[in-house]
């Protein structure tokens, strides 16, 4: 009941307008994810870096086990289970009152990991990809990343078009909202989904005007982190962008983004940190 107690707290903070912005650091238990695909496959690994992150101030460690980068093959439900629900346990035991949160677009995944212990769903297909998604977080009462995305992992990124990018994703966060509701389900934090079926100019339009989606009374992820908005604008690769992350996280805090998803927690923190000082002067 105590650890129940300390969950609910730290997932009312993330709904609490008035509280400090907060991080969500990636895990990525994959062989293939565009950045750090490898590198924490076995469990030592994963541990040393979940406790260097949770050290550098991560709020959410996200575990995500099925790749989902631009042309990224598909991965069986039973390979996903077999990289995901180990990992959340072996983090669950180790750091046992931090918030996890699943990286998964399949209902039984979501379900299976809630029972394993994570506390947070993140959905990148917002529901399309999977029509019992919205009736597993009903009823397992855990809190829901709704993000946005054109197309498949898959295909995303051919040509993605839109007739008002900001437009078009409000309305799509609207109306998806609006079914959530019926399901009962409150505690919705909306991701704009950058990168995931939209050019660097749609990238660059949604972070300007990310205030926009304020008005839907939902925290807002930004998923900034070493993505191709960064590599092909400046014409560098992940490994050099680092710096690029840091600047457009600070641009997101100062639109209204409660959360950030980042790869690099400490840089993250310093932004949050200027971010907030900033915010207190008069």
Request: hydrophobic share 40%; net charge negative; aromatic share 8%.
């Amino acid at each position: 009941m105590a650890q129940d107690t300390v969950f609910y707290q730290k997932i009312i903070r993330i709904f609490d307008q008035k509280s400090s912005p907060i991080i969500m650091g990636i895990l990525n238990v994959t062989p293939d994810s565009f950045f750090d695909g490898g590198k924490y496959i076995e469990e030592q690994y994963w541990l040393e870096h979940a406790k260097e992150m949770i050290d550098a101030g991560a709020d959410i460690i996200d575990i995500g086990a099925y790749s989902t980068r631009p042309g990224a093959n598909e991965v069986s439900e039973e390979d996903e289970l077999d990289r995901l629900i180990k990992v959340i346990v072996s983090i669950r035991n180790a750091f046992p009152e931090i918030l996890i949160s699943a990286d998964t677009y399949r209902s039984e995944v979501a379900r299976r990991s809630v029972a394993a212990g994570a506390n947070i769903i993140n959905d990148i297909s917002g529901g399309n990809f999977d029509d019992k998604m919205f009736k597993t977080i009903a009823q397992t009462g855990v809190a829901y990343v709704l993000m946005h995305i054109q197309g498949t992992p898959k295909n995303m990124q051919d040509d993605p078009k839109y007739d008002d990018v900001e437009n078009d994703v409000f309305e799509f966060f609207e109306n998806k909202l609006q079914i959530l509701r019926r399901f009962g389900i409150e505690n919705v934090i909306i991701d704009p989904g950058f990168g995931f079926g939209k050019t660097v100019e749609h990238n660059y339009s949604l972070l300007k005007n990310l205030n926009k989606f304020q008005s839907l009374n939902c925290p807002v992820l930004a998923g900034l982190s070493r993505k191709s908005m960064i590599n092909k604008l400046l014409n560098i690769s992940s490994k050099e962008s680092l710096n690029g992350t840091s600047i457009l996280n600070e641009i997101a805090l100062q639109n209204g983004a409660k959360i950030l998803r980042v790869h690099d927690v400490k840089e993250a923190k310093e932004a949050i940190t200027i971010y907030n000082y900033l915010k207190g002067l008069k």
